[in-house]
């Protein structure tokens, strides 16, 4: 098959890419420093040509709402729109556990916004929604520190690794489209706190973590959101041993 992966050059589209081409599939990273730009969609034509399928792991530049929801709504539009005039046959893309309950979170609000283009865009598809990477879980830190302390919330989350969130939308690029949505998520649930002290434990940098339920962007989150529920296909990889290798 001919496979478009859209933000083929990030975290994940490198993986899928590599992933699809371990496949046997003839794959196409577009990117915008591939000469692909979904928001205006610029190359989206030339790149569609004789696709079979379409994965879209791109991702806006910025959290904050607006920005965030004309990223995912101008981009889903264009890629769609390219799509049906290509006769491409399958569209998946990368959504979040819980997408559609923290209304009042602005990026969340933009992801839901994309899923409904895609669902309203006459191409089939297929949605895969995953919990939180473990690579974010160091960044996030960084950016709750003050001083010697990591100031994090208990808010419980079901991490897992990005190797595993591309394999399964690998695998969903080279199935059917299901016209609905599969949820994936790591196999153990950590509160965000203890999940700096684990990662300090094995990295000692001379933080400490402090619980405190303010701090930073997953604090406002309810409860069990980001953890999915018990229909979530569950990854292998977990966070102790993902920290040993990496």
Known sequence: M???????????????????????????PAAPSTGVDT????????ALKGADVVVDVS??????????LDFFTRSARHLIEAERDAGVRHHVTLSIVGVDQVPD????????????????????????????????IAPVMDMSSEGGEVRLPSTRLRPMASADVAAA????????????????????????DRLGEITLAAKPDGRTVVTDE????????????LVGDDTAHVASTRYEDWLRQH
């Open 214 to 225: 303010s701090a930073g962007l997953f604090a406002s989150m309810p409860e069990g959101v």
């Open 105 to 136: 979170y602005g990026y969340y609000r933009a992801k839901v916004a994309q899923e409904d283009a895609v669902r309203g865009g006459g191409v089939p598809y297929s949605i895969v929604r995953a919990t939180q990477f473990f690579e974010f």
């Open 2 to 28: 001919r496979i478009v992966v859209v933000g083929g050059t990030g975290l994940i589209g490198s993986q899928v890419v590599a992933l699809l081409r371990d496949g046997g599939h003839h794959v196409v």
């Open 59 to 68: 991702n806006s530049p910025s959290f904050d709402t607006e920005p965030a």
């Open 169 to 192: 939308v690998a695998e969903a690029a080279q199935g059917e489209p299901s016209n609905g949505i599969r949820t994936i998520a790591g196999p153990e649930v950590y509160g965000l």
């Open 39 to 46: 928001l205006t969609g610029q190359g989206l034509a030339e």
